[in-house]
């Protein structure tokens, strides 16, 4: 029998933040042993690093120009010729996903054969004009589950955190059971009792979390807060005025934010992937007490990272490392695929890679649609040809940038400014120090100029003629022209 597969999905992860990856704070002893058992990608990357265009990516295996999600926008249907979900349950595959989708219908099964939902909060399903069927109240699995059990009416705003605070924090306030992180692993537990064992199982286990609110239960919190935090890192182009005070907001998304809100919220954060990487270790647990751990290849990855105070900025949706960057790991236990065990990939991997790799896993037919690339001929040293360099982007108004990032050397370019900035990240790894007006480096900045200036050409905003950048055009988050109306 094929392969079981299993997609571990977390939202809002740094690439960084793995104790395998010589984190300075944080424990990730679950994820480590993922990593020991198959290969760790270091330069994988969310070409759209917000939910919306990120997980269009992973299902549909297109680049952003043809999944035509280049910002974030709620409430587009999803129209794509070929999902990966369906590629699974046509293949004979027992499909299954359980916590966060974000797609549109939000009941949008995406060929799962059944899913389980909790995207966390969603401002969209949450006004009060939203029609019945969308509202959250009857798309959301996991209130019901929380209020049948405690009573009342619980809600995703008790704690008194914002779903984008960034710099806030506070520690979960019901027994730790009842968190989100535990009942998305409570839910893919009960997939494994109640899934037919005659076929080979695919199974999304998605979490809301780290992605705020920031709210580790106490004994996490506690711990984080005890240890001597690191410091964010700031680049020498950072700018330090912050003259609106906008650090000093809920959802700052950048500012001086005080010092010790600062710290409660990076001891949070870790305290989260700390809490998550102890229910993925419940979750390996229990596919071994299945005895179907050997026989399950596991991907785990993030839809994007957080900023988490540097370079004075918070949240994501822009070009730099720890917004951009992502924790990529494929673990092969039971020796299903032959990998070199332990080992790390440098070339520069993305979202819609996943499609790809997962259906080459399972032996299934790839679709003409999919642009991304399985990374298992790569791994394999079957191939020596990889993709040179990714561009990325996201639309969002005066921060609207385009980058081309190839592992060893990254350019930005805004947009609706023109501002540019080149980043050795071989030798500056955290893009401290911007090069752009460095004339060592002026030869590989028109290197990557032009290559950005190739992928934009054609495009419906304007932004290239094919020889020039051309700033100051209208951005959109949805392109018009995309293949997803195939």
């Not at 705003?157 to 520690?171: E, H, K, V």
């Not at 410091?231 to 912050?242: M, Y």
């Not at 949706?317 to 720890?322: D, M, P």
Request: one cysteine or more; aromatic letters at 10%; proline letters at 6%.
């Amino acid at each position: 029998m094929k392969p079981n597969i299993l997609m571990i999905m977390v939202d809002q992860m740094r690439f960084d933040c793995l104790s395998i990856a010589e984190h300075p704070v944080v424990e990730t002893p679950n994820l480590d042993e993922l990593a020991l058992q198959g290969v760790r990608f270091t330069n994988a990357y969310s070409a759209t690093p917000t939910c919306v265009p990120a997980r269009a990516a992973v299902l549909t295996g297109m680049s952003q120009r043809s999944h035509g999600r280049v910002g974030y926008q709620e409430r587009v249907p999803y129209q794509y010729p070929h999902l990966l979900p369906e590629e699974m349950s046509q293949a004979g595959y027992h499909t299954q996903a359980v916590g966060k989708m974000h797609v549109y219908p939000t009941r949008n099964l995406c060929g799962f054969h059944n899913v389980i939902l909790h995207d966390g909060y969603l401002h969209h399903n949450r006004m009060k004009d939203t029609p019945v069927r969308e509202s959250f109240d009857h798309t959301d699995d996991y209130l019901p589950w929380l209020r049948e059990r405690l009573g009342g009416h619980r809600d995703l705003t008790d704690i008194g955190l914002d779903c984008n605070a960034s710099a806030m924090s506070r520690p979960w306030h019901l027994p730790e059971e009842f968190h989100p992180t535990n009942w998305v692993v409570t839910q893919s537990i009960d997939f494994l009792r109640r899934r037919d064992p005659s076929k080979p199982f695919f199974l999304k286990m998605s979490f809301v979390r780290p992605h705020p609110p920031f709210d580790p239960p106490q004994a996490y919190f506690d711990y984080y807060m005890s240890l001597d935090m690191d410091e964010p890192v700031i680049g020498d182009w950072a700018n330090d005025l912050d003259e609106f005070q906008e650090g000093l907001r809920p959802t700052a998304g950048g500012g001086n934010v005080p010092k010790q809100r600062l710290k409660r919220a990076r001891a949070a954060y870790y305290a989260l992937i700390a809490h998550i990487d102890d229910q993925i270790g419940r979750f390996i647990q229990s596919l071994i007490e299945y005895q179907v751990y050997n026989n399950t290849v596991i991907l785990f990855v993030s839809d994007h990272g957080e900023l988490l105070g540097d370079h004075h900025l918070l949240r994501k949706s822009l070009a730099y490392e720890g917004s951009a960057k992502i924790p990529f790991i494929l673990s092969d236990p039971g020796n299903q695929l032959g990998l070199k065990k332990g080992t790390t990939c440098q070339n520069v991997v993305e979202l819609r890679d996943i499609m790809p790799t997962l259906l080459d896993v399972a032996n299934i037919q790839i679709p003409k649609s999919v642009e991304g690339k399985s990374v298992l001929p790569l791994v394999k040293n079957e191939t020596s040809i990889w993709r040179e360099y990714l561009h990325g982007e996201h639309a969002q108004g005066k921060q609207s940038h385009h980058f081309i990032v190839n592992g060893k050397e990254k350019f930005i370019w805004y947009s609706q400014t023109g501002e540019e900035q080149f980043f050795n990240l071989k030798e500056d790894p955290y893009e401290t120090k911007n090069l752009i007006d460095q004339q060592a480096y002026a030869h590989k900045i028109n290197t990557l100029r032009q290559l950005l200036i190739k992928e934009l050409e054609g495009r419906e905003e304007g932004y290239s003629d094919g020889t020039q950048l051309i700033v100051g055009k209208q951005p959109q988050a949805v392109l018009l022209n995309s293949k997803n109306d195939i």
